[in-house]
C-alpha cells in the first residue's frame, strides 16, 4: 500500500501552490467558470483571486487569442466528448496574449489538461499558465540578428529585375502561379500547399518551428508532427524547383528563415494599400481613390475563403474588416460627390459580403432617392424588410423605416394632387 497524505502533507502542498510563480487553475468548461486560481495569479497579472474568478475569456484575452483558443479549443473539446483520450486531445501546451490589470499586455504560455468529472458529467481543464514575455522577446532579439545577418547577405547578391518568379493569390482560394501567370502549381499534398500559404503570410521571413507545428499539426504528437513538417519541406522545394524556382528553406536556432524571392502576392498589394490609403473618406483624394479602386479588384472573396485552414480566421476577419472600411468610406465619397452609379457599384460589392449590415442599404436607399429612382427605393426596401424579419426576426432600424415612411407620404401627396388635376 502507499503512503497515504496526511494533514501535514495537505499543508505543505497548499503553501507550495501558493508560492509558486505560476498560476494553477481549474476550469469547468460546461459551466463556463473558474472553480480555482491560485494566489499566484496576482504576481502573474496583478489580479485578485476574486476578480480573476469572475472573468470571461473575453476579459482575459486579446482578440486574436480569443479566436486562437476558440479555434483550437472547440475541436479539442469536441473529440474529448466523442471519447478521444490521445495525449494530444487531453493535453496541450499554448501561448496566449492576457490583459494585465493595468492594461499591459503578457505572453503567457499555458499547459492544460481535459477531464471528465464523472460525479457531474461535466468537462473540466486544469491548468498552469506562466508568463515567457521575457522569453519572447530573448527570441525576438534572435530573429533580429538573423534578419541583419541575412539582410546584409542579400545586400552583397546583385539586384534581381524582370518578371516575378510567382504570383501568389490568397484571397479566395490560395494559389501560386509561374512567371506565365496562366498554370497553377501542382502540390503534392494539401499540406504542401498549406505550409507555403503559411510562410508567404507571415510578415517577416523568419517564423519559429514550434508556430509552423501549432498551426498546421495541432493534433499531433511532436515526433509525428516534426516528421510531417520535414515531409513537407522536402515536398514544397521539390515542387517549387519542378517550376524553376529555387526556395531555399533554412532552420537556424530554432527559426524557419528563407532568402527574399521575387514574388508577387495580392496579399502583399493589399496590405500597402491599406497602409498607404486616406481614411476617412472626406480626405479622399484622387490618388487614394484610385488604390482603393484597385482593392476593389484584389478582394475578390474573403482571404483564403475556400481552403479552410484554422490559423487564417483571425487573418480573415481582419482583412475583411479593413476591407469593408475603405470600401464603405470610398461609397460615402462616390455618394458625395453625386457619382451614383459609382456609389451603387461599391455599396453592391458590400451588400454581397455583408448583407445584413444596414449601413450599407441605408445609403444605397438614399442613393435611390438622390438619384429620383423611387420605384428601385421601394423595393429594395421590401427585399431589406423581408431580409431582417426572415434572418434576425427584426424590421429595418428606425432611421431606414423613417426615411421609408417620410417618401412614401411623399408619393402619396404627389399620386393625389394628379389624380385631382
Given amino acids: 500500500m502507499g503512503k497515504q497524505s496526511t494533514p501535514e502533507m495537505t499543508i505543505d502542498f497548499k503553501i507550495l501552490v501558493e508560492e509558486l510563480k505560476e498560476c494553477v487553475w481549474v476550469f469547468d468548461l460546461t459551466l463556463k467558470k473558474f472553480l480555482y486560481v491560485s494566489p499566484s495569479i496576482y504576481q502573474l497579472r496583478g489580479l485578485t483571486v476574486a476578480e480573476a474568478m469572475a472573468e470571461s475569456l473575453e476579459d482575459c484575452l486579446t482578440m486574436e487569442s480569443l479566436q486562437k483558443i476558440k479555434n483550437e479549443g472547440l475541436r479539442r473539446y469536441q473529440r474529448f466528448i466523442d471519447g478521444d483520450r490521445s495525449d494530444a486531445i487531453v493535453y496541450d501546451l499554448s501561448e496566449y496574449e492576457q490583459y494585465c490589470k493595468d492594461g499591459s499586455i503578457k505572453i503567457i504560455e499555458i499547459s492544460t489538461r481535459l477531464q471528465l468529472n464523472t460525479d457531474t458529467n461535466h468537462v473540466m481543464i486544469s491548468g498552469v499558465s506562466r508568463d515567457i514575455t ?3 522577446l530573448h527570441e525576438k532579439k534572435l530573429i533580429d540578428t538573423i534578419r541583419n545577418q541575412q539582410q546584409f547577405i542579400n545586400d552583397q547578391k546583385s539586384p534581381q ?44 521571413q523568419y517564423i519559429s518551428k514550434a508556430e509552423i507545428l501549432e498551426a498546421l499539426w495541432p493534433e499531433l504528437e511532436l515526433e509525428k508532427a516534426n516528421k510531417h513538417l520535414h515531409t513537407s519541406i522536402y515536398n514544397l522545394k521539390k515542387d517549387l524547383k519542378s517550376v524553376n524556382v529555387s526556395f531555399q528553406l533554412e532552420l537556424v536556432n530554432g527559426f524557419y528563415c528563407y532568402d527574399e524571392h521575387r514574388f508577387y502576392t495580392d496579399l502583399d498589394e493589399l496590405k500597402n494599400l491599406i497602409k498607404t490609403s486616406v481614411n476617412p473618406y472626406n480626405s479622399f483624394d484622387t490618388e487614394a481613390v484610385k488604390k482603393t479602386e484597385r482593392a476593389l479588384l484584389l478582394y475578390e472573396e474573403d482571404y483564403l475563403a475556400e481552403n479552410d485552414y484554422p490559423w487564417a480566421n483571425s487573418q480573415a476577419a481582419f482583412y475583411r474588416h479593413q476591407f469593408e472600411k475603405y470600401a464603405f468610406a470610398l461609397a460615402r465619397y462616390y455618394f458625395l460627390k453625386r457619382d451614383y452609379p459609382s456609389t451603387k457599384r461599391v455599396l453592391n460589392k458590400l451588400i454581397d459580403m455583408d448583407n445584413l449590415n444596414e449601413n450599407y442599404h441605408e445609403l444605397l436607399l438614399n442613393v435611390f432617392l438622390f438619384d429620383d429612382d423611387y420605384p428601385s427605393f421601394f423595393l429594395h426596401y421590401e427585399e431589406l424588410r423581408t431580409l431582417l424579419q426572415t434572418e434576425l426576426g427584426q424590421l429595418p432600424n428606425p432611421s431606414i423605416q ?20
Avoid: C
Avoid at 170 to 186: E, V, W, Y
Avoid at 402 to 421: C, M, P, S, W
Fill in 161 to 204: 529585375v524582370g518578371k516575378p518568379e510567382l504570383s501568389v493569390y490568397f484571397f479566395g482560394k490560395f494559389r501560386a502561379l509561374t512567371d506565365n501567370a496562366l498554370k497553377p502549381i501542382k502540390w503534392r499534398t494539401s499540406k504542401t500547399e498549406e505550409l507555403f500559404a503559411f510562410i508567404l503570410q507571415k510578415e517577416n
Fill in 402 to 421: 423613417t426615411l421609408h415612411q417620410q417618401y412614401r407620404d411623399y408619393t402619396e401627396v404627389i399620386i393625389n394632387k394628379n389624380a385631382h388635376f
Fill in 134 to 136: 521575457k522569453r519572447k
